[in-house]
């Protein structure tokens, strides 16, 4: 089995890329070649490419995992609004003890640029930086939506006049709300951050309990996005 054109192999180690990023641990070069639906050999190869560029590194019984790369490469995505960012994350998960995350409209989905954990809580839900799901669920999702005109999402998903009514409310009272909808038993609040010249962004934090309402949440994240937006410009 070959590997086919270039464009193929490329779309494949990028695959493997997304695969280990949404994998807590190490995999094994079966686990990849399955996950990927390739033979072994397509697998090995396309890892020692990685694994050269110093995107993947593997240990001693050979099991990959994302190498220190691939952190140099987040880091300058939107480096500025990262940069900015860190410092109001950090202390709005510190002053709610919750985990504080920057999202950000990545095609039809919402990407996790960077999180911050709080630093007194004994637990707290992780959000890592390259988690994805549908723009179309989540409340960082709905709050990228409202700043979208209708028309450049409305045939994104099948929950239709449900999914418009919720970003409608986004949009009247300026934040958004999601419970159990992309992790089970997991809460968020999220608010809109829109910053001239760069896709849709949202501020959100995710959580289990909480002695706060989401509208408290949602006051704290907003002045924190203003912060942002003042610093970029926007």
Known sequence: MADGPASQTLSRGVRILEILSDTRGALSIDDIAGRLGVHRSIAYRLLRTLEDHGLVVRDASGLAALGPRMAALAAGVAHDLQAEALP????????????????????????????????????????????????????????????????????WGERGDELRAEVALVRSQGHATSHDEVIPTVQSVAVPLELRGQRPAALAVVHVASAFTDEEIAVRLQRSARTIRDALGG
């Not at 920057?102 to 988690?131: F, K, M, N, W, Y």
């Not at 990228?144 to 045939?155: F, G, P, R």
């Open 88 to 155: 109001e994350l950090t202390a709005v998960a510190n002053d709610l003890g919750m985990t504080c995350f920057l999202a950000v409209l990545d095609g039809r989905e919402c990407i996790t640029l960077t999180s911050v954990e709080p630093r007194h809580t004994v637990a707290s839900v992780a959000q890592r930086p390259g988690a994805r799901h549908p723009v179309t669920v989540g409340a960082p999702g709905k709050a990228i939506l409202a700043q979208l005109a209708d028309a450049e999402w409305a045939d």
